[in-house]
């Protein structure tokens, strides 16, 4: 016999039927007029996040929002990480009554805007970003995918069919914008903490969100004590590193110093790190990988790594 009751699955289930730990951002969107408009959301998260030749995040919004038909219109949006204190969430609550024009709720709104980075640096039009943000997305909604780049705005009242899958209008009045990731701006104190390495003091507070319930309250919590939980290492023998290393090519070979050094690479990577060692062994003519081999490689991947952030 199970040990749990069974809920029903109904619309918004994640807010309805779940208990659903989600951020808070206010999006800012730029309007028909230039202007920038905020509204609060939390179905935000991320959505490519390796492997592709961008990095995207992934929002569930109503299409009649100004929100979506701001994107639908001119594909510019930021995420802006608002922090937990109460007097903030009121605040990005007070932004949430569905209908309420951008120039209606604007002027009432005590949010601080400042120029865009990107808008800065190129002169492109972009949304402001919330100057009191903890951190910040500056994206572009990717409207080819899934065929979405048909989606117009202009619709308050519901879209008709057919509706694509998982990219612009997806439902009569839901919408899913998948977003690159265009610049990651952030405060200098945590920018700091994140370069350095962190440690429990240095995470921001951001507040905990579970979402509109008992169709009155918005429900969330303030950051809590942060835990670090160590990932207890599993080190592979010498041996079973061999065995994978002298089956990945006839000729370039490893000494053990050398497979010494990736004895801590889980199992499921190890074909591709050696794979990788004897790519580069070949492009310099090398026929047995030693250690030092193996700093030079991973030195070589460090700066690769470093150059794909910039
Ligand atoms: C904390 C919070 C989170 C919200 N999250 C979402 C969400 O993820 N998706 C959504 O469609 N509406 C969400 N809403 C409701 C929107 O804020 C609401 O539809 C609002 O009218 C949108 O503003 P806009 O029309 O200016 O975009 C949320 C509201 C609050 C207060």
Not at 297 to 303: C, F, H, L, V
Request: glycine letters at 6%; one cysteine or more.
């Amino acid at each position: 016999m199970s040990s749990f009751e069974n809920l029903r699955i109904v619309d918004n289930f994640y807010q309805t039927s779940l208990f659903f730990p989600m951020p808070t951002v206010v999006i800012s969107t730029l309007c028909e007029d230039g202007t920038t408009s905020l509204g609060p959301y939390s179905l935000v998260q991320p959505y490519y996040v390796a492997g592709k030749d961008y990095y995207a995040m992934l929002l569930c919004c109503r299409n009649s929002s100004n929100t979506a038909q701001n994107i639908l219109r001119n594909g510019k949006c930021t995420l802006n990480f608002i922090d937990d204190d109460p007097a903030t969430f009121k605040e990005a609550v007070k932004l949430s009554w569905p209908g309420d024009k951008p120039s209606e709720k604007m002027p009432r709104c005590k949010f601080k805007l400042e120029k865009s980075m990107i808008e800065e640096e190129t002169g492109e039009a972009r949304p402001m970003v919330l100057t009191d943000a903890i951190e910040a997305i500056e994206c572009t909604w990717m409207r080819a995918l899934d065929g979405a780049d048909k989606d117009l705005p202009g619709e308050l009242n519901g879209y008709e069919g057919p509706y694509h899958d998982f990219n612009g209008i997806t439902s009569k009045f839901g919408a899913h914008f998948i977003l690159r990731v265009d610049k990651i701006l952030m405060k200098k104190r945590y920018s700091d903490a994140i370069i350095a390495g962190v440690t429990a003091k240095d995470f921001p507070p951001l507040p905990v969100d579970y979402g509109y319930r008992d169709s009155k309250n918005f429900w969330f919590h303030r950051k809590r004590r942060m835990r670090a939980e160590l990932l207890q290492v599993r080190k592979a023998s010498l041996e079973s590193v061999r065995y994978a290393a002298d089956r990945v090519d006839d000729k370039v070979k490893f000494t053990d110093e050398a497979l010494a050094t990736v004895l801590g690479v889980p199992r499921v990577f190890l074909p591709l790190v050696l794979k990788g060692c004897v790519a580069w062994a070949k492009e310099n003519g090398v026929e047995r990988i030693t250690a030092e081999h193996m700093q030079i490689i991973n030195d070589k991947r460090a700066k690769e790594k470093e150059k794909k952030k910039k």
